[in-house]
């Protein structure tokens, strides 16, 4: 069932309420949607997280805005000031919008093995491939054209969405969410060379564990080891087009933005934040709250509460100097070879008095 709103109007005054906040102007304002800013209309609750986007709220025409507690706004705007505007705009939109949710049993083109075990209220959508051994937790969401291989383990709450894959003996927590088109449990990329220089398969016998409230995102690859585990910490969350190696470790609460692929065996600790395009080798290890900036290559170990940018990898500062010498290379060139020509028609000049005066 698709409902796209749980409340067709709120008052404001009551978002403030619900909310802990303080309501500024009327609040008997009826909301009926959220929107950004600029696309918003009357009837609408937007927000501002950063001052940069202050200067905003002149045009727009949202009914009523979220703000932090000493943003300067017009007079005639209502606003809920907020210590956390963008948090406590991520909560009203669950007021305003449910995502889909289909309703409980099993479609009937769905494939389920007989010893599958489903806990209560489960849905199981059409095409879907649930294979023998599969446990299913209560409430949990297998949408159209899931496939689960054997031995997979899923507890209550999850949501798998469309044409994901979980390959034998995953596990996944309470409350994780999979978004269509991921693969997880794969086997990892391990192979062994040959006298003859050709590629010995090694299979890939390990698990892949997933603790509570993971979310990954679309087209992520998660692998298994040969032995062993791949393990999310809980909380984590993955984004769209990322690749983690077989034995991976993830502590919890770690953000893994776009494209990052992290190598084999690697170990990350707890609150990560990796933005995007990111690459980490093998074998490596980064400590709590390590933050990498977009496109940073990480060879080796990274103690914890540590910032860097780059490639090779180095502390934030340091990178950020390099890249202002970078950029100014071409007039540092230019400056050179002008040097250069100076220093040989010096060098040039003495050389011809040396010769006149023997």
Same mark, same amino acid.
């Given at each position: ?16 309420? *619900? ?12 909301? *009926? ?11 609408? =609750? ?7 986007? =202050? ?25 809920? *000031? ?65 496939? =689960? ?12 969405? @469309? ?20 693969? &997880? ?36 690859? &998660?692998?298994?080891? @040969?032995?062993?585990?791949? /393990? ?8 769209? =087009? ?27 600790? /707890? ?26 290559? &990480? ?46 028609? &010096? ?12």
């Amino acid at each position: 069932m698709l409902v796209e709103a749980w409340e067709v109007a709120v008052q404001l005054s009551e978002i403030a309420r *619900r909310l802990g906040c303080d309501c500024e102007g009327s609040g008997e304002i009826e909301i *009926r949607g959220v929107a950004a800013l600029e696309a918003a209309r009357a009837g609408d =609750l937007s927000f501002v997280s950063e001052a940069k986007y =202050l200067p905003l709220l002149k045009q727009t025409r949202a009914s009523a805005v979220l703000v932090a507690l000493d943003s300067p706004v017009p007079a005639e705007l209502a606003v809920v *000031r907020s210590p956390n505007p963008r948090l406590d705009f991520a909560r009203a939109i669950e007021w305003f919008y449910r995502p889909y949710q289909a309703a409980a049993g099993v479609h009937p083109s769905a494939v389920v093995a007989p010893d599958v075990e489903l806990g209560a209220e489960v849905a199981i959508g059409a095409n879907a491939a649930i294979m023998s051994g599969v446990k299913l937790g209560d409430r949990t969401q297998i949408h159209a054209n899931v496939t =689960l291989y054997p031995g997979v383990e899923i507890g209550s709450d999850c949501v798998l969405l @469309a044409n994901c894959v979980l390959h034998e003996r995953t596990q996944l927590g309470d409350r994780c969410i999979i978004h269509s088109g991921a693969s &997880i449990g794969d086997d990892g990329f391990g192979y062994v060379p040959q006298a003859d220089g050709s590629w010995y398969r090694m299979l890939q016998a390990g698990r892949v564990v997933l603790e509570d409230g993971v979310e990954v995102g679309a087209n992520a690859a &998660i692998d298994r080891p @040969a032995v062993g585990e791949t /393990r999310i910490g809980a909380g984590t969350k993955i984004d769209n =087009l990322v690749q983690l190696g077989h034995g991976v470790t993830i502590g919890a609460h770690t953000l893994l933005c776009a494209q990052v692929g992290i190598a084999g065996g690697t170990r990350l600790g /707890r609150n990560v934040l990796l933005a995007g395009q990111v690459g980490l080798a093998d074998h490596i290890e980064l400590g709590d709250r390590v933050i990498a900036a977009a496109q940073t290559g &990480i060879s080796t170990d990274v103690p914890s509460d540590t910032v860097v940018g780059g490639y090779p990898h180095q502390a934030a500062r340091d990178w950020k100097r390099t890249v202002a010498v970078q950029r100014k290379l071409p007039d540092l060139a230019a400056s050179v070879r002008k040097l250069q020509k100076r220093l040989q028609a &010096i060098e040039d000049k003495l050389g011809a008095t040396k010769l006149s005066s023997d």
